[in-house]
């Protein structure tokens, strides 16, 4: 992304070629001249498919390195008359400014001295070398570097493409339609507006989500804010992919009011009657009327590129993440959006590519391999408004931020960033990118070159250890739920993240991995007990001699590629088996590491009883790659979601059936979002209901009927305020059962609770822990028993990555923290926590989890109080009436 000039006025034109700068950095280079056809060589050393800024920055810096004589050897394949900087678009839609300012003729921007063929390429031979182009000419290369941008695909969406720039329908992401979306939020003064963002990649995946901070500031400028509804409508899992920054974009919608959904998919638009349809996670669909639609396309690579040899499964060129080197044809490199870089795709990270793919190839060039390596760095300049701007700068591959401006904090809103987005990375991208003389974040210095850590070139002087050696000796083992301390010893200490080893939080002592040397992998695997991999064992990257030598205990439970086939339920079921039998620390293995988050996410899934939302929050919360960036990992995450249940869309939304006892979750249908349990002992038949909902009775009863269990007590973990409890009810079908709930809650009971009782139902017994703060007297019921079944309920006091309120019926946040970090966080990690409710369809979670990332209940004390006093909740709809009818036990 760039930075832009901008004068006064509704529609205006940039005027920085008016800058003394401009003038002179324009006049001073000689404008490039296409090529005749009849001078095309048969043959170039370097052959450049696309003339954007990833291949102008190949191609000038390739230019700046090689000798003269050589520049004629480098052709830059590009048909288009005009060089686009699309990011202009995002100010065209959200300022004002004239969309002349976001083009350059292509003789201006491209590399003199270097070949430009100004020409289609049509199809790629690379087992020949050779590249057909439109006119059926061929050219062959000796190297060929692919960087042909995304193709924005408004026919995907039916009834999209027709009713485009017109019916209050328009995208930035179009040299025609972003000055539309201006017209649209000047013409706009009532009514609904949805800004949408596709499930594919997207050119900036900031930009659909920028345009919305616009036009709410334009829209409160005008005074019209308060008569517009506005929506984000996201198909991905979060409205951002670094989670520190998406939490402080969270806030930024918050505040302006900007209502969010995520995993939600536009699959069809009706202009005349402006309605714009939805699928949602899980297949359910929702229509939506609006009076302006912003829509960010699907997008994927070129068809040409897409439709090619080079391409992966999913239509990316198939390149390694470090050296954006081909995986199967070692003499053609691809960067920038086209690429299957597990990254965002912007402008940065191309700037960050570029270099690593201009030594690369001067490498191959010179009959060396190619070693230095991309680290994955991206950014994100998101415009709010109100001349302030959010600089997301991270890491695409770990999703880690790494600011540059240190000490300021990126995540708030800043006019600094703002200023040099308008008035100086215009000027850089304008005049420094065409002349290879920009590098991102390191400006205009060119970065340090970073190499592989498999290299074993042996360096041509002196008996210096190989970067290689030096890595090898710097190994640390995986984390067993602890942090470690880091080496000092050394100044250059190196971490296994180096190897691209990755071992998320949960469960701290399983490592992810993708293809490694043998050498590297006899130097990790001492580290391991277990080690499973999830390729077909004939793999030439499965180096089974070293891991055994070791002393690991090897499994293998091949998981399919899209390439290979579909993963089925066997696959699941071998993968899980294998996990659950190999000793821990445990290493997981496949060709990205991609295969191995899904593995082990599944796993954990289906430890814990996780359904497919409460798995997904997992997954983001741990960042595992395959769910939260990876463009082409669909496949895998479809077959992932497919072995787990749905979110709470039937009445009995979970079982956990154990030897000796059984736990069925059941979801209220009626409104309030409540969990009932039923715990049962399989021995004696006995049970007991946890939070019943008056008007489910008939449902509770029946299932316990069903499953031979007979109700014995009927428990509460607080009075409600929310609905009215079946208690009562139950006690006249059922005269013999028992209603029990905390002494302290003052309500009416047949047997009243103090801390540290036991309800005994067969073999086993719910544990009363008093945890007040959401009310006086609420409680957490803690299973005990044979086979450590390790499950705590509850209810209002702790719940999945959240809490109850505390502003209402005794509410105490200094009373919820302590009762939550001293009685329910000292819990074995590994004990599962059934909350009261839940809202976006999760199930369950856990102690670890939520001492790792519960929002409110990670901060400090003082942090957390200030959190639960800003709330500002509605009052509960039903307070006046559930919490007098739940005084007297529902009746």
């Known amino acids: 992304?760039?930075?832009?000039?901008?004068?006064?006025?509704?529609?205006?034109?940039?005027?920085?070629?008016?800058?003394?700068?401009?003038?002179?950095?324009?006049?001073?280079?000689?404008?490039?001249?296409?090529?005749?056809?009849?001078?095309?060589?048969?043959?170039?050393?370097?052959?450049?498919?696309?003339?954007?800024?990833?291949?102008?920055?190949?191609?000038?810096?390739?230019?700046?390195?090689?000798?003269?004589?050589?520049?004629?050897?480098?052709?830059?394949?590009?048909?288009?008359?005009?060089h686009l900087y699309m990011p202009y678009w995002t100010m065209v839609g959200g300022l004002g400014l004239d969309v002349s300012g976001s083009m350059q003729k292509m003789e201006k921007v491209m590399p003199t001295d270097v070949e430009w063929i100004k020409e289609k390429c049509l199809t790629f031979q690379p087992e020949q070398n050779k590249i057909t182009l439109a006119s059926g000419h061929e050219i062959e290369y000796d190297i060929l570097v692919v960087a042909a941008g995304l193709q924005q695909n408004f026919n995907v969406v039916p009834g999209l493409k027709e009713t485009m720039g017109k019916n209050s329908v328009a995208s930035i992401y179009s040299l025609d339609y972003s000055p539309v979306v201006w017209q649209n939020i000047q013409a706009l003064n009532s009514g609904k507006a949805i800004f949408t963002n596709p499930c594919t990649a997207v050119n900036c995946g900031g930009a659909p989500q920028k345009i919305a901070y616009l036009a709410e500031a334009e829209w409160r400028k005008?005074?019209?804010?308060?008569?517009?509804?506005?929506?984000?409508?996201?198909?991905?899992?979060?409205?951002?992919?670094?989670?520190?920054?998406?939490?402080?974009?969270?806030?930024?919608?918050?505040?302006?009011?900007?209502?969010?959904?995520?995993?939600?998919?536009?699959?069809?638009?009706?202009?005349?009657?402006?309605?714009?349809?939805?699928?949602?996670?899980?297949?359910?669909?929702?229509?939506?009327?609006?009076?302006?639609?912003?829509?960010?396309?699907?997008?994927?690579?070129?068809?040409?590129?897409?439709?090619?040899?080079?391409?992966?499964?999913?239509?990316?060129?198939?390149?390694?993440?470090?050296?954006?080197?081909?995986?199967?044809?070692?003499?053609?490199?691809?960067?920038?959006?086209c690429s299957?870089?597990?990254?965002?795709?912007?402008?940065?990270?191309?700037?960050s590519q570029a270099p690593v793919v201009v030594s690369n190839v001067q490498s191959l060039m010179e009959e060396k391999e190619a070693t230095r390596i991309y680290d994955g760095y991206t950014a994100c300049p998101v415009l709010l408004g109100d001349s302030q701007l959010m600089l997301a700068e991270f890491n695409g591959y770990t999703m880690e931020a790494i600011p540059t401006f240190w000490p300021l904090d990126q995540t708030k809103p800043n006019a600094f960033f703002y200023w040099l987005k308008r008035f100086v990375f215009e000027h850089v991208y304008w005049h420094a990118m065409p002349n290879g003389r920009w590098y991102g974040k390191y400006m205009f210095f060119e970065p340090w070159a970073q190499h592989k850590a498999e290299s074993t070139e042996t360096k041509a002087t002196g008996p210096t250890p190989s970067e290689h050696a030096a890595l090898k000796a710097q190994v640390a083992a995986p984390s067993t739920g602890t942090s470690q301390a880091s080496s000092s010893s050394s100044s250059d200490s190196l971490?296994?993240?180096?190897?691209?080893?990755?071992?998320?939080?949960?469960?701290?002592?399983?490592?992810?991995?993708?293809?490694?040397?043998?050498?590297?992998?006899?130097?990790?695997?001492?580290?391991?007990?277990?080690?499973?991999?999830?390729?077909?064992?004939?793999?030439?990257?499965?180096?089974?001699?070293?891991?055994?030598?070791?002393?690991?205990?090897?499994?293998?439970?091949?998981?399919?590629?899209?390439?290979?086939?579909?993963?089925?339920?066997?696959?699941?079921?071998?993968?899980?088996?294998?996990?659950?039998?190999?000793?821990?620390p445990l290493m997981l293995q496949c060709t990205s590491g991609n295969r191995a988050g899904a593995a082990l996410l599944l796993s954990q899934a289906k430890a814990l009883g996780h359904n497919r939302a409460s798995a997904a929050l997992l997954a983001n919360d741990l960042d595992l790659k395959f769910f939260t960036s990876c463009s082409e990992c669909g496949p895998v995450r479809d077959w992932v979601m497919q072995q787990l249940s749905g979110p709470n869309e039937e009445a009995t939304v979970n079982a956990v059936e154990k030897p000796g006892f059984v736990i069925e979750q059941l979801f209220d249908?009626?409104?309030?979002?409540?969990?009932?349990?039923?715990?049962?002992?399989?021995?004696?038949?006995?049970?007991?209901?946890?939070?019943?909902?008056?008007?489910?009775?008939?449902?509770?009863?029946?299932?316990?009927?069903?499953?031979?269990?007979?109700?014995?007590?009927?428990?509460?973990t607080h009075c409600h305020a929310d609905h009215i409890t079946s208690g009562g009810a139950i006690k006249k079908l059922h005269p013999e059962v028992k209603t029990l709930i905390s002494a302290a809650s003052g309500t009416a009971a047949d047997l009243k609770l103090k801390d540290g009782d036991q309800v005994h139902f067969g073999d086993y017994a719910l544990k009363s822990v008093a945890t007040p703060g959401h009310t006086d007297g609420c409680m957490t019921f803690v299973l005990e028993g044979p086979g450590e079944p390790k499950a705590a309920f509850t209810g209002d006091t702790l719940l999945i990555r959240g809490c109850g309120r505390t502003d209402f019926q005794q509410g105490n946040a200094s009373a919820l923290y302590e009762s939550v970090h001293q009685k329910i966080f000292s819990l074995p990690e590994d004990t599962k926590i059934y909350p009261g409710h839940d809202y976006n369809g999760r199930n369950v979670s856990s102690v670890a989890e939520e001492k790792k990332f519960n929002p409110r209940l990670t901060q400090n004390k003082e942090e957390f109080l200030r959190i639960m006093k800003e709330l500002k909740l509605p009052y509960p709809k039903m307070m006046d009436e559930a919490v007098p009818a739940n005084m007297v036990c529902g009746v």
């Open 222 to 337: 005008r005074g019209v804010r308060d008569s517009i509804d506005i929506e984000f409508i996201t198909a991905t899992p979060g409205i951002f992919a670094c989670p520190e920054y998406r939490v402080a974009l969270e806030k930024q919608m918050a505040a302006k009011g900007i209502s969010p959904s995520v995993k939600t998919n536009l699959i069809e638009v009706d202009g005349d009657k402006k309605i714009a349809v939805f699928e949602k996670e899980g297949g359910e669909i929702v229509t939506k009327e609006f009076d302006f639609l912003h829509v960010t396309p699907p997008m994927s690579s070129p068809d040409f590129v897409k439709n090619s040899p080079l391409a992966n499964a999913v239509g990316f060129v198939d390149v390694d993440k470090e050296t954006c080197q081909h995986n199967k044809y070692p003499n053609v490199f691809a960067l920038g959006d």
């Open 1 to 82: 992304d760039g930075l832009i000039l901008q004068s006064k006025g509704p529609m205006f034109r940039s005027r920085t070629a008016q800058t003394p700068l401009g003038y002179l950095s324009r006049q001073l280079g000689l404008a490039a001249v296409p090529t005749p056809p009849s001078a095309w060589a048969s043959k170039y050393r370097v052959a450049i498919i696309g003339g954007g800024s990833a291949g102008v920055s190949v191609a000038s810096q390739l230019r700046r390195k090689l000798p003269k004589n050589e520049h004629g050897q480098i052709a830059v394949i590009e048909p288009r008359d005009h």
């Open 495 to 584: 971490k296994p993240e180096l190897f691209g080893v990755a071992t998320p939080q949960i469960p701290g002592d399983v490592s992810l991995v993708g293809n490694l040397e043998a050498s590297v992998v006899a130097q990790l695997a001492p580290r391991y007990k277990g080690w499973l991999y999830l390729n077909p064992a004939e793999s030439k990257h499965f180096h089974r001699k070293e891991i055994e030598a070791a002393g690991c205990q090897v499994e293998v439970a091949p998981i399919p590629t899209p390439k290979e086939g579909v993963a089925g339920a066997e696959h699941a079921a071998a993968v899980i088996a294998a996990i659950e039998k190999l000793p821990k």
């Open 669 to 716: 249908t009626q409104g309030s979002s409540t969990f009932s349990y039923l715990v049962g002992c399989t021995k004696s038949h006995e049970a007991v209901l946890i939070d019943p909902v008056l008007g489910m009775e008939g449902r509770d009863l029946a299932l316990a009927d069903e499953l031979g269990f007979q109700v014995k007590y009927v428990l509460n």
């Open 340 to 351: 299957s870089l597990p990254t965002s795709k912007t402008y940065s990270a191309i700037s």
